[in-house]
Nanobody, 115 residues
């Protein structure tokens, strides 16, 4: 089992910034990377960004490219998401997960962007 704990969310005005953190603990051996997802009210959970540990390669959803930056520490099983130039449409509960993905998600962290 892997436990995922997200933090760092909050209320911010459009154009502002937030930095999310996530820590994975438990049976993390074999994970090739970590990533972020989000779920807005009434919508399906969607991919936001991921990082691959071995190459430090990062991938982003088109909607956040140029505004969000994912980083992390493989040894500490932690991942971060720096979110700049936030928009109201970024409002969602943000979740992290490992790759391969765990079936059990954490509680997420709420990000609310006001216009």
């Amino acid at each position: 089992q892997v436990q995922l704990v997200e933090s760092g969310g909050g209320l911010v005005q459009a154009g502002g910034s937030l930095r999310l953190s996530c820590a994975a603990s438990g049976r993390t051996f074999g994970n090739t990377g970590m990533g972020w997802f989000r779920q807005a009210p009434g919508k399906e959970r969607e991919f936001v960004a991921r990082i691959t540990w071995s190459s430090k390669t990062t991938i982003y959803a088109d909607s956040v490219k140029g505004r969000f930056t994912i980083s992390g520490d493989n040894a500490k099983n932690t991942v971060f998401l720096q979110m700049n130039s936030l928009k109201p449409e970024d409002t969602a509960v943000y979740y992290c997960n490992t790759f391969p993905r765990q079936s059990q998600w954490g509680q997420g962290t709420q990000v609310t962007v006001s216009s």
